[in-house]
C-alpha cells in the first residue's frame, strides 16, 4: 500500500491541491477558484471538496491517506491551527481552520502560512534540497518571505516573522502596503514593477509596451514587461535590471543575517530569469559582507506554482515522521 | 567540589575574563591589555595568563574548571576553533586559536564569535532569560549583532551571519566600514554619532559640546554627547533622537524578519538609555508588521561590558551539558 500525503495551497483567488507520495511522486493535481467572496462557509466547503477530490483521484484506498498540509494566508498559529486574521479574506479572522477541515475529512491535519509552505516546498522537493540555510521571496502582487533553518520552518516567536518582503531598504523610500516606507515589497513586486514602468510611460519614454497594451496602461503586467524585455526593449529591460538591483539590495541585508547557503526567488515575477537575477547577484556581490556571497546561490523557485501545495503536503509528511 | 565554567572577552584592545558557576555566580573578573600590535603569539600569551590568573583567584582546586569559552573577533569557525580573519588584529589569519589555548590550559576550550558571545550572556543571565527569539545589538565603535533561536546561536550556514549591523536602510545612504552604502552601523555606531554631531557643530549649531571638548572636535565622543544631553542640551537631544530613530528603522526590518520576543541594545552607546530607546521604540510601533510591535520588548544589555565573557563561560557550560 503506497503512502499518499495532501497539500492544498489556498490562496485568496485559487485553491491549488497535490496528492503525493513521501518520495515526491505526484499522483494528482488539481486547481478550482476559493469563491472569497461568498463567505467563510462556501470557502471551507470548496476546500473540502477539493480534497475529496484530490484524495479520489490520486488514490486507490482511501487509508493510503497519511495526513494534510494546508499553506494558508496568514497571520496564523500553526500550533492551534487558527487563523488570525487573513487581510485578502472578507471575514476570516480567528477561524479555526484546521479543526474545521479535521471534522469534515477525518484525518490528521496541518496548518502552516502560505509562504513557509512554500519555502518548505522548495527545501523539500525544489531548487533547495539540503540547504542549511534557505530563504525564499515569493515575487507577486506582495512580497511573500519563508525561512527554513536545518529543516525547520523559521517564522520567530509568535509565528508572524519571516517577512521578508517587509525588509526596509529606504528608510524614506516608497510607502509600502502594510503602512510602512521603504519596504522591498514597494520595489520589486509586480504591482511595483507596473507602477514603474507606468511612471516611466507616462514621462514619455519610449516602449514596445505601449503598443502591446494598445495604449490602455491598466492592462498593463508585469509579465508584460518581462516579455517585452525579452523583445529587446530598452526600456522593460532597465526596469527588470534596476528591479533585479533592488532586489539584490533586499537580499544583501537576508544575506548578512541570515549567512544562507540558498536564496529562491519565486511568484509570477522570478519568471522573468536572468533579466532579475543577474543583476541581483552582482548587487549582492559588491555589497554584501566578506565571504557572504561566495557560499550563496540565487536561484528560481522549481516548483513554480506547485511549491505552496508541495510544501503542505510536505508538512504533513515531515510532521507525521516527527521530523518537523 | 563547585564547578567552575572560564569565559573570556577577547577584544581588541582588552582582554576580559571570569569565573563563573553554574548558577551564574561570578567568583573572579579580570581585565587585561590585549597587547594586538605585539602580535599574535604575545597576545595568545596574554590569554593564557589571563585564564590561569583568573583560575587561581576564583577557585580553589583547579578541578574545579569544566570548560573554557572564548568570544572571539570573527569571521571564526566555532566547530573548528579557527579564527579565519580578525581585522583588527595584525597578523590573525587562519588561527587555530581553540587548540592552540587547549595545549596550553589542558581543559576544554569552545570558541564563539564575540557578538554572538554577549548575546548568549544576555539570554543565560542578563535581560532576554527564557526569550525564544532574542536578537543582540552592541553599539560601540561598529555595531555587532547576535541571534539566540530557541537556546541556539543562529549564524547562518557558515557561521559568518548575524551581522545585524550590516542591515540596509537605505541603500543609497552613508558608505558603511564594510563597504557597503546605508548599513545601520553608519547611522547608530559610536562613530556615526560623533560624525553627526561634528558636522552640526561645524555648520553653526549651538552646544555645550564644543565647551566640553575646548573647541577640539576630536575630542568629540559619543559618551560626550549623551551627556550633554543629560544636561538639556538642545543638539545632543536632537542627535540621540534621531539616531534613535534610525535604530528604530533598523529594529523594524530585524523585528518583521525574525519576530523576536526581545531586542537587547549593548555596547557603549547604549549608556544613553531612554534618549535613544523611547525613540526607537516608537519608530517600530509606527513601522512594524501588525502585531511584531505587541509582543516585542527593546531593553538595554543587562551585563554591561561583561556579557562577552559571561557568556563565553554559558557557551562552555551549556555544550557541556550538551544543551547547545
New interface residues.
Given amino acids: 500500500m503506497s503512502e499518499i500525503y495532501i497539500g492544498v495551497d489556498f490562496g485568496a483567488t485559487k485553491l491549488n491541491a497535490v496528492a503525493i507520495t513521501p518520495t515526491g511522486e505526484v499522483r494528482a493535481k488539481l486547481r478550482e477558484p476559493t469563491e472569497a467572496t461568498k463567505g467563510l462557509e462556501v470557502v471551507i466547503k470548496n476546500i473540502v471538496s477539493l480534497i475529496e477530490k484530490v484524495i479520489s483521484s490520486g488514490t486507490k484506498r482511501r487509508d493510503e491517506i497519511r495526513g494534510i498540509g494546508i499553506g494558508a494566508p496568514g ?1 496564523l498559529n500553526p500550533e492551534t491551527g487558527i487563523i ?2 487573513a487581510p485578502n479574506l472578507p471575514g476570516w479572522r480567528n477561524v479555526t481552520l484546521r479543526d474545521l477541515i479535521r471534522e469534515k475529512i477525518n484525518l490528521p491535519v496541518f496548518l502552516e502560512n502560505d509562504a513557509n509552505a512554500a519555502a518548505f516546498g522548495e527545501y523539500w522537493l525544489g531548487a533547495g534540497k539540503n ?3 534557505l530563504l525564499c521571496l515569493t515575487l507577486g502582487t506582495g512580497v511573500g ?1 519563508g ?1 527554513i ?1 536545518n529543516g525547520k520552518i ?11 518582503g ?8 516608497l510607502r509600502c502596503s ?5 519596504c522591498l515589497e514597494a520595489y520589486v513586486s509586480a504591482t511595483a514593477i507596473v507602477q514603474r514602468t507606468s511612471t516611466a510611460i507616462e514621462s514619455g519614454e519610449k516602449t514596445l509596451l505601449t503598443k502591446m497594451v494598445n495604449n490602455r496602461l491598466e492592462d498593463l503586467t508585469a509579465k508584460l514587461v518581462h516579455e517585452a524585455a525579452k523583445k529587446g526593449d530598452r526600456l522593460a529591460k532597465d526596469i527588470m535590471t534596476e528591479t533585479g538591483k ?1 532586489l539584490g ?1 533586499g537580499i ?10 540558498v536564496v529562491i526567488i519565486g511568484g509570477g515575477v522570478s519568471r522573468a530569469g536572468k533579466f532579475l537575477l543577474e543583476p541581483a547577484r552582482q548587487e549582492v556581490c ?7 556571497a561566495d ?1 550563496l546561490y540565487i536561484v528560481r523557485a522549481k516548483l513554480g506554482e506547485d511549491s505552496g501545495a508541495i510544501g503542505a503536503a510536505g508538512i504533513a509528511l515531515f510532521k507525521d515522521r516527527k521530523r518537523l
Same sequence: chains 1, 2.
Fill in positions: 497571520p488570525i486574521k540547504a542549511k540555510v518571505g525561512v533553518i523559521f517564522s520567530g516567536a509568535n509565528f508572524i516573522g519571516a517577512e521578508l517587509h525588509t526596509i531598504i529606504k528608510y524614506d523610500g502594510c503602512g510602512n516606507f521603504g533592488l539590495i544583501t541585508t537576508l544575506a548578512n543575517i541570515f549567512n544562507p547557503d559588491k555589497r554584501a559582507m566578506p565571504g557572504i557560499s
